[in-house]
């Protein structure tokens, strides 16, 4: 009652308010309820859907009137919103009240209030723009006196709040955790849950207080901090051991009837907190011996207690049995756990069956002889009216099929199948049987036929890896190569009977998979000849109800078969009508396959028999093109430029305003779109042109840097070297300058005459114009083009390599024999090679680069170390070029030749990777073991190389790396060594790949010994490893890094002071690059684009800008902790040196 | 997690729709009509439970009332059927003998009450469920 009383007085304010109207509510409350009331029982009185439309809409537009009327007063408004709440739930728009919802929750009395919240809950979802005018109501109430108000604002929160603005509130919510009423606290704690679900980085930090929340006086804010545990544990189960005794203390409480009586339902006590905590159990005692030894107890109390004959109670053996079964295994309470699945599986009542089915199929690969006992009511429920009892047995026998019982019950699952019209069941169910299929298959022609009635039924809904996890496997086939001869053929036969079949429809997906099989394998048959195989394509290739995407595989199949043919007038038939088809991509396949009918020697060496398999060599970059290119430039033609460049230029001709959103909050028009260094250079001058258009602009138009950094032919490499921090850029300069140097030479006078000019603007505007249309620039973006896909190529080469379980694409199999076509008409060895040669060689002189500018800036190490670290094989002369290089030249005319030369020496050169120095990790007086770090592109490749120093033979030294939990190991080939000589070294290589994001890491193994048959010896080492060896520079360009940036979600800002000796942004960036391997994209004025990933594949991005001597960090990543991180490091490194 | 909290009557009219995660608006109507075929169809001999795309329904009937919830996965089916009838058993004791034209001539107030137990099921001790509801209301008729 105090309660009460206290709750009345806080809200006073907020009554006076109400009361103010007088009598005059009173009549338009009984109105607007009557109204509410009239509306629902219109509807409830109609009779058609249209009829209900015609009302509602009047309802709604009588709606939007009263809402906006000045007159309306917020009783009326309340009314008014649960009138629209139910137009809503009916599913009509009413969008027009939501401004409205969110004003009555800011200035309703509390009813009003409560109502205008709950509107806002319904209406809103958490991206709603809307949604942020709320904050600050939600903000004020959390910060009143009145108890009710706080209430509902934290019921808001734990509903729907936006993410962005969650430290708008934190602090206010996290106070609510130590106030003295209970509602508040547990509202309190389920708004933090609220927090955790949507970003759990932000409230890390308050962990310990979930711990407080958890030891609660209260039952029901313990409850509700269970929810946050329950998220926490299953994300990471070992960080909370230590709190199992707590669960298990809390589940003893409940099971034992602690807990105040009205907690009880239908007097159990608190069922569902008793169901939460078995779960929290179940996933900390997984696979955990000790933890688990500590609730068998409780569970076991749990299974006696729960013998009440009610549904509750069943809900909780349920889930009883679950923890049972998940937990390390105690026979004991396994029999009891079984002995409630048989109460479950033999009852009478619908739902408990079906619950036993559920934990039977859980526990069944625990325990298959569960299945046996229960053999008969599983027959009996496979034949149950209730379809989903029936299909709830068919995922039970799933788990327990076998290659003796495939047949049977895949026969079940197909009966199921036809009797099923819902998609999402045909699909789960489909993609099951070709698994099983594909396990277990006795015999080729049941495999054959189960797959042709998986993808007539699962047709064109079924999940895509099907079809193509069967071709694959056709075609790679398995060990024997008759048994796969027999399996094509067979596939072969029984299509062509398919397509026999007259007013067949068969799904496209199927039609596909038949093309591509007869496609490849009709060379098999010996009755029928590919003519006549094609003949039945070509029946199906004219009939109007196959999709075009359909006709394209048929018709590949055809081309196929045609050499096989040799004359066909089918095919000559086919060319004549799809030469003239619409469709263009057929118009495309025909024409291909009309010119190879006429040369049918290549068409034969082109399209060789059964060679699906084979890897094909893609000349993506199309440098056989190259030549083509050149001619045409050489008499004249302007170079392409890509479409976006040739508007930009347009525009800024125009000298029109950019309506192009901008990507970031610095100038954008730098960057967009480029792809070399040329690009960017003609692109800053460009923003410089249109510079007078836009404030903007005119802040990157003043930069200091841009004369200095980038000359006409795009690029300074004399004040490159100054700056020294252009290293990925590095590259493509010198590709140009090898590969006409004249023409350079000549464009560097020129340049070094536009750079002597002072007046920027006029230069700027000069070099736009020149700049259009110039020859090496093309030149350069076709290398830089060339230089992208190159690494494609090489990452599509890894994964190729790498494929085993991975499903080729679809697209990848019917083109094998059309890429290959392509590829062997125009590829040319000598292309292909350069091409390889090209990406080999750029991605060593970048590695180089780099380490010859970190060799540069680091004073404190000799020269001569660093290089020696690189172990060239020929140092001095390399270490002498490279010296040079980067001193600032005398002339250009020498730093060309010099580059030229310096390039020249690349090509000679292995690639090779940056490492640490090696480091002495253990030794006693026979061995002693270094290790070494080398970052790798992919990986970490640690090296740890055994020397002998002892003056014997050492037999089978071995190395064994003790599994870690964040990463992956894996043992390079040639590594263990039977005997080791005396005094020499061998060195261990594994990779080192990271699985899950840590910051500090053990690596930890031993050296194990025989010394000269006696006794054996052993020795352990570990190495630390950092997040920061599997960081890597990400080479991207500025225009990708604009459209990364708006993709990432997570950002972190902060400014960072910067030590005197590094003022410059340039010399930060190159501090960065040497430390953390951050590649620098571009530079622009006082801002600067840098990126890197996190291996394998987590990119992460940097901008960064000076004031004065502040550094504005800011990063954006996919992954929600890399940017605090890479921050950490950046302010170490950049603060500490 | 619950996805979503419906009352729904024997023809088939939605009495309250609740979603816990965001569903466009366009497709409330379908789904729910999808939803209300699928619980009709169902005899007294079968299960409460039905699977419908990837998550499952759950729903029992109060005379001409569905009440259906649907879930994913990682709920326990007869947790949540015990849980449909714990919410009846509140909105009974608010409503004293809950009917299906209490629930629409207030659907705020059973939304307010399904607000306090439902976003996980996060609480179930009756008293506590309506202790706010009732505060708002009573004072609201007391002045």
């Not at chain 1, 000799?862 to 094989?873: A, D, G, R, Y």
């Not at chain 1, 684009?1089 to 594949?1097: I, R």
Request: net charge negative; charged share 25%; hydrophobic share 40%.
């Amino acid at each position: 009652m105090s309660d009460i009383v206290e709750k009345t007085l806080t809200a006073l304010p907020g009554l006076f308010l109400q009361n103010q109207p007088g009598g005059g509510p009173a009549a338009a409350k009984a109105s607007f309820s009557s109204r509410l009331g009239s509306l629902v029982r219109g509807i409830t009185a109609l009779t058609s859907k249209h009829e209900e439309e015609k009302l509602i809409q009047q309802e709604l537009s009588s709606l939007k009137a009263t809402v906006s009327a000045p007159t309306t007063t917020l009783k009326m408004m309340k009314e008014c919103m649960v009138r629209l709440i139910y137009c809503e739930m009916l599913g009509y728009d009413a969008s027009f009240g939501y401004i409205h919802a969110i004003k009555l929750a800011q200035q309703g009395n509390l009813l009003e209030k409560r109502v205008g919240y709950l509107a806002v809950s319904l209406f809103l979802h958490e991206s709603h723009e809307l949604l942020l005018l709320l904050v600050n109501t939600v903000v004020k109430d959390l910060q009143s006196t009145n108890l009710v108000e706080v209430c509902m604002a934290l019921t808001v929160v734990s509903q729907i709040f936006p993410r962005e603005m969650i430290p708008a509130v934190l602090p206010l919510i996290e106070d609510k955790l130590q106030h003295s009423k209970e509602i508040i606290r547990r509202k309190a704690v389920l708004a933090l849950y609220k927090f955790h679900l949507i970003a759990p980085n932000q409230v890390q930090h308050i962990h310990i207080k979930f711990r407080k929340a958890l030891c609660d006086r209260d039952v029901g804010v313990m409850a509700a901090s269970l929810h946050i545990y329950l998220r926490m544990i299953k994300e990471n189960s070992s960080g909370y051991k230590d709190l199992t005794g707590s669960f298990v203390t809390i589940l003893k409480q409940v099971v034992g009837g602690k807990l105040p009586v009205d907690f009880n339902y239908h007097s159990v006590p608190a069922p569902w907190l008793q169901i939460q905590l078995l779960r929290i159990l179940g996933l900390l005692g997984k696979d955990d011996q000790r933890t688990s030894e500590l609730m068998y107890d409780v569970l076991d109390e749990s299974l006696r207690r729960a013998e009440l004959n009610h549904n509750v109670t069943y809900a909780i053996l349920f889930e009883c049995v679950h923890t049972v079964y998940s937990i390390y295994p105690k026979s004991e309470l396994l029999e009891k756990a079984a002995k409630c699945i048989g109460k479950f599986v033999l009852s009478p009542k619908i739902n408990l069956k079906y619950l036993g089915l559920k934990a039977l199929t859980y526990v069944i690969q625990q325990d298959p002889t569960l299945a046996l006992q229960h053999q008969m009511t599983i027959i009996e429920c496979l034949d149950h009216p209730d379809p989903i009892i029936k299909r709830e047995t068919l995922e039970l026998l799933y788990r327990i099929t076998n290659a003796q019982n495939v047949t049977v019950i895949v026969q079940k699952m197909l009966e199921y199948l036809h009797q099923s019209k819902e998609e999402y069941v045909i699909v789960n169910l489909v993609g099951k049987i070709a698994e099983l299929a594909e396990k277990y298959a006795p015999d080729n022609a049941w495999f054959i036929q189960t797959m042709n009635a998986v993808f007539s039924v699962g047709g064109d809904v079924m999940h895509p890896d099907i079809p193509n996890n069967f071709l694959r496997l056709l075609a790679e086939g398995f060990d024997d190569e008759t048994e796969d001869q027999q399996l094509r053929l067979y596939a072969v036969q029984s299509y062509l009977t398919l397509l026999d079949m007259e007013n067949v429809f068969y799904p496209q997906r199927f039609l596909q998979v038949m093309s591509w099989v007869l496609g490849e394998y009709s060379y098999l048959l010996d009755k029928e000849t590919p003519a006549e195989v094609i003949a039945k394509l070509y029946k199906l290739l004219m009939n109007d109800s196959v999709s075009s995407e359909t006709k394209t595989w048929l018709i590949a199949a055809v081309t196929k078969l045609t050499p096989q043919a040799h004359s066909s007038d089918t095919v000559e038939r086919l060319i004549h009508e799809f030469t003239i088809s619409l469709d263009t991509c057929m118009r495309q396949h025909a024409f291909e396959l009309k010119h190879l009918h006429e040369n049918v020697e290549l068409m034969t060496s082109l399209l060789p028999v059964d060679r699906s398999c084979e890897d094909l060599a893609v000349d993506a970059s199309l440098s056989f093109l190259d030549g083509f290119v050149a001619e045409g430039l050489s008499q004249g033609a302007a170079p392409y430029k890509p479409h976006h460049q040739r508007q930009e230029e347009k525009l800024s001709q125009e000298k029109v305003l950019n309506f192009e959103p901008y990507g970031l909050s610095f100038s954008s028009s730098g960057f967009t779109g480029r792809q070399s260094p040329a690009g960017i250079s003609l692109g800053s001058d460009i923003s410089g042109n249109s510079a007078e258009t836009g404030l903007k602009e005119t802040n990157s138009l003043k930069l200091e840097g841009i004369k200095k950094l980038w000359g006409k032919e795009g690029y300074l490499p004399k004040k490159e070297s100054k700056t020294g921090d252009e290293s990925g850029a590095l590259p493509i300069p010198q590709e140009s300058i090898m590969e006409n140097v004249d023409q350079t030479i000549t464009k560097k006078d020129q340049s070094q005459v536009l750079t002597q000019s002072k007046e920027e603007k006029e230069k700027q505007l000069l070099a736009s114009s020149l700049f259009v249309g110039l020859g090496s620039e093309s030149t350069v973006n076709l290398l830089g083009k060339a230089d992208t896909v190159s690494h494609k190529f090489r990452r599509k080469s890894k994964i190729k390599e790498a494929k085993s379980g991975e499903a080729s694409s679809t697209h990848n199999m019917t083109c094998s024999s059309f890429s290959s076509l392509s590829n062997v008409a125009y590829e040319d060895d000598y292309y292909l090679n350069t091409l390889h040669d090209r990406g080999d060689k750029e991605l060593k002189t970048f590695s180089l680069n780099s380490e010859l500018l970190d060799s540069e800036s680091l004073t404190e190490l000799p020269l001569v170390e660093k290089f020696s670290n690189c172990s060239l094989s020929t140092p001095s002369l390399f270490a002498d070029n490279s010296m040079e290089i980067f001193h600032p030249p005398q002339s250009i005319a020498a730093s060309v030749a010099k580059e030229s030369s310096l390039a020249s020496s690349f090509l000679e050169e292995t690639t090779e990777y940056i490492h640490s120095n090696a480091m002495e990790v253990c030794n006693n007086e026979t061995i002693s073991v270094s290790s070494y770090k080398i970052w790798k592109d992919d990986c970490l490749l640690m090296v740890w190389s055994v020397t002998n120093k002892s003056g014997l033979e050492l037999k089978s030294a071995n190395l064994e790396i003790f599994p870690a939990e964040n990463f992956k190991v894996t043992e390079q080939p040639g590594c263990c060594l039977p005997i080791m000589e005396a005094e020499s070294t061998k060195s261990f290589q594994y990779s080192v790949q990271i699985e899950k994001p840590f910051t500090e890491g053990i690596l930890s193994g031993f050296i194990r010994y025989h010394m000269m048959d006696t006794h054996s010896a052993q020795l352990e080492f570990s190495v630390n490893l950092s997040l920061l060896d599997f960081i890597r520079p990400l080479k991207i360009s500025s225009e990708d890094f604009g459209k990364l940036w708006l993709s990432f979600a997570n950002d972190v800002k902060q400014n960072v002071k910067m030590s005197e000796s590094q003022a410059a942004l340039p010399s930060a960036l190159k501090t960065l690059q040497q430390k953390l391997r951050l590649h620098i994209i571009e530079i622009i004025g006082n801002e600067g684009l840098l990126a890197c990933q996190l291996l394998p594949s987590i990119p992460c991005l940097l901008h960064c800008r000076v004031y004065a001597d502040v550094l504005a960090l800011w990063f954006r990543s996919s992954c929600s902790t890399l940017p605090d991180y890479l921050l950490y490091q950046c302010q170490k490194v950049i603060e500490g040196s | 997690m619950i996805k979503y909290f419906l009352i729904v009557n024997k023809q088939g009219q939605t009495r309250l729709s609740k979603y816990y995660e965001h569903v466009d608006i366009n497709k409330h109507t379908l789904l729910e009509t999808e939803v209300v075929k699928r619980c009709l169809s169902r005899s007294n001999e079968q299960c409460s439970f039905i699977e419908y795309k990837d998550f499952k329904l759950i729903h029992r009937q109060y005379a001409a009332l569905f009440i259906v919830v649907g879930v994913d996965d990682t709920e326990t089916e007869m947790a949540i059927y015990e849980f449909i009838h714990n919410s009846v058993e509140v909105l009974d004791e608010y409503f004293s003998r809950v009917s299906e034209l209490d629930k629409m001539f207030n659907l705020d107030k059973v939304h307010i009450i399904l607000d306090e137990m439902v976003c996980r099921i996060v609480e179930t001790n009756r008293e506590r469920i309506l202790a706010p509801l009732l505060i708002l209301y009573v004072r609201n008729q007391a002045w």
